[in-house]
């Protein structure tokens, strides 16, 4: 760890180092993990417990006073009425790892009144460690990255999620999929969301976008976009607000404009940002939340402290 990050930063890789160990020791007998079903295609196993309690340990033994919101123990942990709130994927990429599908992370982020402040996404099978302070940039095992140049969706790889949860709209899923293919380069689904996001800071893909995402899917991985000179926000184009709104788009600052133009009518918020979205490519965008929506944000971190998904 560097004497130069924030402290909180410095934490903050200490905890998901931890959490890193026990993954990787526990992939060296994947049959021996315990796993059980949260619901249809949502899985959880004993090493995401396992992780997430060390992450929590590391980060309140540092910080007592924070607030938690993890994905499996929700806010059960820390001081809920604290203004800095941990947020939490002990595993994104269960599914992939029960499977030995080694595309998997761990994502903690740290939102100081509703913005994010901090983030690390940490991928044990590689060891590559992607971390971002707000106004410093984004890095990768401390190379500071920025996203891809490219400018043309046809020339763009895009990464997504396939949904999986009993009623998800499958076929219309389909469609959106049908639609977008013919205009990039590839469409990849690795199953990991915060990866995925990492990957578009670093410019290993220029465009990533998913619905029924939770907090602990977007937080860390926002900043790291944002960070690296990326926009990210909901499909019609409307930047800031991805933690509340279970809808994400990130790409770079053009490729974000042409997605924009085929994702927006798939958009539960179609028609609410108007003609602003068009020219969303065209503006740097930023994980900070305008006022009004941090009383939003902050609400919703608070209704999400029961365990949800888990399977991506």
Not at 105 to 120: K, N, P, Y
Not at 146 to 157: G, H, I, N, P
């Amino acid at each position: 760890m560097s004497s130069s990050l924030h402290p909180m930063l410095n934490v903050a890789i200490r905890a998901a180092r931890a959490a890193g160990a026990i993954i990787n020791r526990a992939a060296l007998d994947i049959e021996a993990v315990r796993i059980s079903q949260k619901r249809a295609n949502d899985f959880v196993t004993e090493v995401d417990h396992a992780s997430e309690d060390a992450i929590i340990e590391a980060l309140l033994t540092a910080y007592p006073q924070h607030g938690i919101l993890a994905e499996e123990s929700g806010r059960t942990h820390g001081n809920s009425r604290s203004d800095h709130v941990w947020i939490i994927d002990p595993l994104d990429g269960t599914t992939n790892f029960i499977h030995g599908f080694p595309v998997y992370c761990i994502s903690i982020a740290l939102a100081v009144a509703g913005r994010v402040e901090q983030a690390v996404v940490y991928d044990p099978t590689r060891n590559d460690l992607f971390t971002a302070t707000r106004g410093r940039g984004a890095f990768l095992n401390e190379r500071r990255i920025r996203v891809s140049k490219r400018t043309r969706l046809a020339e763009s790889l895009i990464a997504t999620g396939f949904p999986y949860r009993k009623g998800d709209d499958f076929d219309g899923y389909l469609r959106l999929m049908g639609e977008l293919m013919r205009h990039t380069a590839g469409l990849r689904r690795p199953g990991a969301a915060a990866l995925d996001l990492a990957y578009v800071a670093a410019g290993y893909s220029e465009g990533f976008f998913e619905t029924g995402l939770k907090p602990w899917d977007v937080a860390a991985g926002s900043l790291l976009v944002t960070e690296a000179g990326g926009l990210i926000g909901n499909f019609t184009g409307e930047v800031g607000d991805t933690l509340e709104q279970g809808e994400c788009l990130a790409a770079t600052p053009r490729v974000y404009a042409q997605l924009v133009a085929v994702l927006h009518k798939h958009s539960r918020y179609q028609g609410q940002a108007g003609a602003a979205s068009a020219a969303a490519g065209e503006r740097k965008g930023s994980l900070s939340l305008r006022k009004h929506e941090v009383g939003a944000t902050e609400a919703f971190l608070h209704s999400a402290s029961e365990p949800d998904t888990g399977a991506e």
